[in-house]
């Protein structure tokens, strides 16, 4: 870097144009070893990430923001929340918040760069910066918590007080030395509602999670079959899973005042009978479209199996005999499993 920008005016026009950009928290970390790191390589090699094959073989760039930018000196850690309501379709299935609006990669990206590139125009010097949200490797929720936008609670996820655990997460990496902030203390005190709430007691302990107990994995991230001894667990869960999240004190307040979003997400039936068509406008430009179409129908196949869901008989039969694995054996094993259906 040439140049060098005052540090302070560079720190004051980069937070202005982040809120300018729509981010609500706003911290930096300096741009070192991920703190904490010793701890993630902990859980991956117990085999907490399950089937993420990506977390392992990402480790050492997920150490150093160096090796995503050369020279990187200051992780600036930036904080977006989403929305509260729960997304609960008209037959009772659930989808995790989060996923209710505009894929928030491509969102939260658009705004990190925008912001950047303001401050660029603004901050006089030579520097560089790369925007990073959550698929490029980088210990977001580590970094994040030591620039003070939270703490990591026991469910594992960065909440802070305004926003609870609510919130999505961007960093923009850059070489300029800008000040950094200071981590705030831990807030859940002797709570253990979310591990106490946990379905499937996927929790090692207070902020550890594993993966292979975690319906949120076996829903999003795992591709082909569910194992049968997973299957009745998915529940209602058709898409993601926020009861961890729910039951935070934290949470709660927001959960109240939150609106129930518009439209409503799909049943079950409207899930396993969506053509490809439908699925593109429905879901093309959203989060849910990381399960894709045929593992969002496995899904709905396995809780219309644990939840009994008669009405899914039809479709389940068609399903039962399509080519993919992951849904023609969901269905399968729904099937003897549903209640009668009234006419």
């Given at each position: 870097m040439s140049g060098t920008p005052d540090r302070l005016f560079a720190l004051r026009v980069l937070r202005e144009e982040c809120e300018r950009a729509g981010f609500t928290g706003f911290g930096v970390a300096r741009a070192g070893p991920a703190p904490g790191f010793e701890r993630f390589r902990r859980w991956i090699a117990a085999g907490h990430h399950a089937g993420m094959r990506y977390l392992q073989d990402t480790l050492p760039v997920r150490e150093s923001p160096q090796a995503l930018l050369t020279g990187a000196r200051s992780v600036i850690c930036l904080s977006a929340p989403y929305g509260a309501a729960p997304r609960v379709a008209a037959d009772g299935s659930r989808f995790a918040r989060y996923a209710q609006d505009q894929d928030y990669h491509g969102t939260l990206r658009g705004q990190a760069v925008r912001a950047a590139e303001r401050s660029r125009?603004?901050?006089?010097?030579?520097?560089?910066?790369?925007?990073?949200?959550?698929?490029?490797?980088?210990?977001?929720?580590?970094?994040?918590?030591?620039?003070?936008?939270?703490?990591?609670?026991?469910?594992?996820?960065?909440?802070?007080?305004?926003?609870?655990?609510?919130?999505?997460?961007?960093?923009?990496?850059?070489?300029?030395?800008?000040?950094?902030?200071?981590?705030?203390?831990?807030?859940?005190?002797?709570?253990?509602?979310?591990?106490?709430?946990?379905?499937?007691?996927?929790?090692?302990?207070?902020?550890?999670?594993?993966?292979?107990?975690?319906?949120?994995?076996?829903?999003?991230?795992?591709?082909?079959?569910?194992?049968?001894?997973?299957?009745?667990?998915?529940g209602e869960h058709v898409f993601g899973c926020d009861l961890c999240q729910e039951v935070c004190p934290w949470n709660v307040p927001l959960q109240a005042l939150a609106r129930a979003p518009s439209p409503a997400p799909p049943t079950r039936l409207e899930v396993l009978t969506m053509g490809k068509g439908q699925w593109r406008r429905r879901f093309g430009k959203t989060a849910v479209n990381r399960a894709a179409r045929r593992g969002l129908q496995r899904n709905a196949a396995a809780s219309a199996g644990a939840c009994g869901d008669g009405a899914c008989r039809s479709a389940l039969e068609t399903a039962a005999a399509v080519p993919d694995s992951g849904l023609s054996d969901a269905a399968r094993w729904a099937l003897p499993r549903l209640r009668p259906h009234p006419l």
């Open positions: 125009e603004r901050v006089p010097g030579t520097w560089s910066y790369r925007v990073c949200v959550d698929s490029t490797p980088v210990a977001e929720r580590a970094f994040a918590a030591a620039a003070g936008l939270g703490w990591i609670g026991k469910n594992g996820c960065l909440m802070n007080a305004r926003d609870g655990s609510y919130v999505l997460l961007a960093e923009i990496l850059t070489d300029l030395d800008l000040p950094p902030d200071q981590p705030v203390a831990e807030q859940c005190g002797s709570c253990t509602r979310c591990l106490d709430a946990c379905p499937t007691d996927a929790f090692v302990e207070p902020g550890v999670l594993d993966a292979n107990r975690c319906l949120a994995y076996w829903t999003i991230e795992h591709r082909g079959p569910i194992p049968d001894s997973w299957k009745r667990a998915v």
